[in-house]
């Protein structure tokens, strides 16, 4: 069991309010997420699941409320790292015209990856585990198929390791042998180390049981835990 005495990422009652009608999108929140966690959020659309992933990626700036890295208060230049160790994974990831390579190796281009190196063989294992060939890399991006082109968006992420994911719906627009792969890269990264952990927002309940061991529930913007009255 992961050590429960320091939380990777808090919520603060995070509020969240549509600013043109002021009406709540997300209820005062309060959330921790620890190493080892395998988080599900369950809801109907319009729920506030991404609303909530949103806000803790600070994506989305909250109306009220604070995100904590590691008990510490983010500040504004701090976020583009917190971004690259809590990474966001959308239903329709956006891919740069090019290969897959092109597009894997384009985060090295970033100032916040700059201290980092494009590495191949650690690329072909990620492949391996999304049961794609090495010759996977020179498909061109725009040619890719949904299943594949979230493939490649998860391995753009998991190449440098991240401590958290924040998995909005990133298997609800592909077909049963797709979401087979993402889970499986998925699965693979977290056994890789006692200190990952991630949030996955789902309307499969089969697959939010499947891939958690903690299972939250979503109903108007207030977040509760399944069987919660």
Request: proline share 5%; net charge neutral.
């Amino acid at each position: 069991m992961a050590d429960r005495q320091s939380p990777l990422i808090e919520a603060k009652a995070l509020l969240r309010l549509d600013e043109r009608h002021q009406a709540a999108l997300l209820q005062p929140t309060d959330f921790q997420l620890y190493p080892g966690d395998r988080v599900a959020i369950t809801g109907a659309s319009g729920s506030g699941k991404s609303v909530l992933l949103r806000a803790l990626a600070l994506l989305d700036a909250p109306t009220s409320g604070q995100v904590l890295w590691h008990n510490q208060a983010i500040a504004h230049a701090r976020i583009p790292t917190y971004r690259s160790r809590v990474c966001y994974l959308s239903q329709r990831p956006a891919l740069l015209e090019g290969t897959v390579e092109d597009n894997l190796r384009f985060p090295y281009s970033l100032a916040t990856w700059r201290h980092l190196t494009f590495d191949r063989q650690k690329v072909c294992a990620l492949l391996a585990h999304g049961r794609k060939a090495p010759d996977f890399l020179s498909k061109n991006a725009g040619d890719l198929s949904g299943g594949e082109a979230q493939v490649l968006a998860l391995i753009r992420t998991l190449q440098s390791d991240p401590d958290v994911l924040l998995l909005d719906e990133p298997t609800a627009a592909l077909d049963p042998a797709s979401s087979s792969e993402v889970e499986a890269l998925i699965r693979a990264w977290f056994d890789s180390s006692s200190a990952h952990a991630y949030i996955w927002v789902s309307h499969d309940h089969e697959q939010a049981r499947r891939m958690s061991t903690r299972q939250l529930h979503m109903d108007a913007g207030v977040l509760s835990a399944v069987g919660q009255a």
